[in-house]
């Protein structure tokens, strides 16, 4: 028997009643979540989970949450590449939003599941800064621009669509409600429970 707390849930054992952390519990069976802004820490929290879990079962599946307006495409990027390292399959669920950094994240999973009224949002990476001589915003906007080749690219490896129709859609803001998302081969899967 267990009873929630705000963030804690109390949970009966054999040594009596115990204060656990939802996280810690979740993360027992094999879940994360991306919430918030995709930043240093919250990649860094995940990366540390999904390590973890592929120690305790290297080929485990593990489930990812994803509720996110996105953020730093360095953050993200290195988040991508530790789900495509570790040998544990990660199943993504769409809750709510996963927008630009997160929505590539999203896309990325091994089975990608939305929830009814979830949706996606794809889009070119964004100048945080702008200023300086004419050689920085130069050295900026080819960075950003090599940046968004390999964003673009992921997407496309993980939809099964072209490059260039990647970049037409990522030009703008490309919102994909899920039946949208699963036709256009962001998503594979629209649930209405979280059963696996």
């Known amino acids: ?24 519990e979740m993360l027992s069976h094999r879940e994360v979540e991306l919430t918030g802004e995709v930043d240093a820490d919250s990649v860094n929290s995940l990366i ?12 485990g599946e593990i ?14 990027l290195a988040l991508y590449d530790v789900m495509q ?20 994240l999203f ?4 089975r990608r599941d939305m929830l009814p009224h979830s949706r996606l949002m794809i889009h070119d990476p ?4 702008t200023g300086g001589s004419a050689l920085r915003l130069k050295a900026v906007s080819d960075d950003l621009m090599e940046t968004r080749q390999i964003t673009a690219r992921v997407i496309a490896e993980h939809s099964g669509k072209s490059l260039e129709e990647i970049l037409e859609k990522t030009a703008t803001d490309s919102f994909f ?20």
């Open 48 to 59: 540390r989970e999904l390590r973890y879990l592929q120690r305790q079962d290297p080929e």
């Open 107 to 110: 896309i990325s999973g091994d």
């Open 126 to 129: 964004l100048i945080v800064q």
């Open 177 to 196: 409600r899920a039946e949208e998302a699963v036709a256009f081969g962001l998503a594979d899967n629209i649930i209405t429970s979280f059963e696996k």
């Open 85 to 104: 390292a570790i040998s544990c399959p990660i199943r993504t669920v769409c809750v709510g939003l996963a927008a630009s950094m997160a929505a590539l």
């Open 63 to 76: 489930t990812m949450y994803i509720n996110s307006p996105g953020g730093g495409v360095d953050s993200g």
């Open 1 to 24: 028997m267990s009873f929630v707390d705000e963030a804690r849930i109390i949970k009966e054992s054999s040594r009596g009643y115990e204060l656990i952390p939802i996280r810690d």
